[in-house]
């Protein structure tokens, strides 16, 4: 009989290290190799929370190393709580995360339930529609980028055909009103595949036997959608929403990538206004109340939607 990899790992073990770790308790063993996980957890999250909150109280400026911090308590929170151009930030994030949450549920729902059904070439619309999201947001946007530009842009043209402004001279990116839609396009075309095969788990969890009930029933193929499909996919709905949101919040790449932060502040996102707090203005102090600001909006309204998803599951 061959000798097994533990006998082998057991047989090649020091005998000094062999007693010590037979003499220790199985929670004592669980701790050994839990314990790295956990320092690197501090270390790379927990603590950089801690000092950005203590950072948050001051007048730090990281560009002045030589200089002593000094203690301003809830200065920087007040200052921005009250601040005018951070609640248009606010309210431009707020348009952003609304309507790309929409579309990409709205149009990843109904492509997967297409595809759901079975029919030929099947695997291969489902390749072609997942690639966008396979792409880095940095081709992404120099991609669209192209599709942009005024002298060659595709949604230039459509646009500037039904508006009558000369699709030579006009581009999306370029202007206020249509900026900010530009990036939900984008931002819709990439992340839409990623909502389409959350829901398509979804609908293939759903047993055959429910349907075949429904129809011995004779439920319409309408009423089976909105009592059975439709109640047992929103776990996953709600599940593509929540990871959608976080994600669309701190967005950052791709909006600079397509508008370099313009025009004007129709497309400045609060991740760009928190980078240009933190390294352009350099006021590190008060770009960590900023931090400290949206983190805790962002924990807060995802516990709350958890907590929503939880009693949806358990319906």
């Known amino acids: 009989m061959s000798e097994s990899a533990i006998d082998r790992l057991a047989r090649t073990t020091p005998s000094g290290i062999s007693r010590r770790v037979s003499g220790l308790s199985d929670r004592a063993i669980a701790w050994i190799f839990v314990t790295p996980t956990i320092l690197l957890l501090l270390a790379v ?24 911090p000094e203690f301003v308590g ?35 729902f109904t492509l997967a339930y297409l595809i759901n059904k079975k029919f030929r070439g099947n695997d291969l619309w489902t390749t072609i529609i997942v690639l966008p999201m396979m792409l880095s947001p940095a081709v992404v946007g120099n ?10 842009g595709l949604f230039n043209y459509v646009i500037g055909f039904f508006s009558g402004v000369d ?48 129809e011995c ?20 709905l709600m599940l593509a929403i929540l990871f959608r949101g976080i994600e669309n919040f701190k967005m950052f790449d ?10 004007g502040s129709v497309t400045e996102l609060t991740s760009i206004n928190l980078k240009r707090e933190a ?37």
């Open 217 to 236: 029933d004779r439920a319409s193929k309408w009423r089976q959608f909105w009592t059975i499909t439709i109640p047992l996919v929103l776990p996953f």
């Open 279 to 315: 390294f352009e203005k350099w006021r590190t102090g008060y770009a960590s109340a900023y931090a400290v600001i949206l983190f805790v909006t962002v924990f807060g309204l995802a516990s709350i939607y958890v907590k929503a998803l939880n009693k949806v599951k358990e319906r």
């Open 45 to 68: 999250n927990i603590f950089p929370l801690i000092w950005t909150v203590r950072l948050s109280f001051t007048n730090f400026r990281v560009n002045r190393p030589g200089e002593a």
């Open 254 to 263: 791709l909006v600079v990538q397509l508008t370099g932060g313009g025009p």
């Open 74 to 108: 809830l200065r920087n929170y007040s200052r921005i709580l009250t601040d005018g151009d951070i609640w248009l930030t606010m309210q431009a994030t707020a348009h952003f995360l609304f309507w790309t949450i929409a579309l990409q549920v709205l149009i990843g």
């Open 167 to 214: 699709p030579s001279s006009f581009s999306m990116i370029g202007d206020v009103s249509l900026a900010p839609w530009a990036i939900v396009i984008v931002d819709t075309w990439m992340w839409t595949p990623f909502v389409m095969l959350i829901c398509l788990a979804g609908l293939r969890s759903i047993p055959d036997s429910i349907y075949e009930a429904a």
């Open 143 to 152: 991609f669209w980028t192209f599709l942009y530009q005024p002298q060659i």
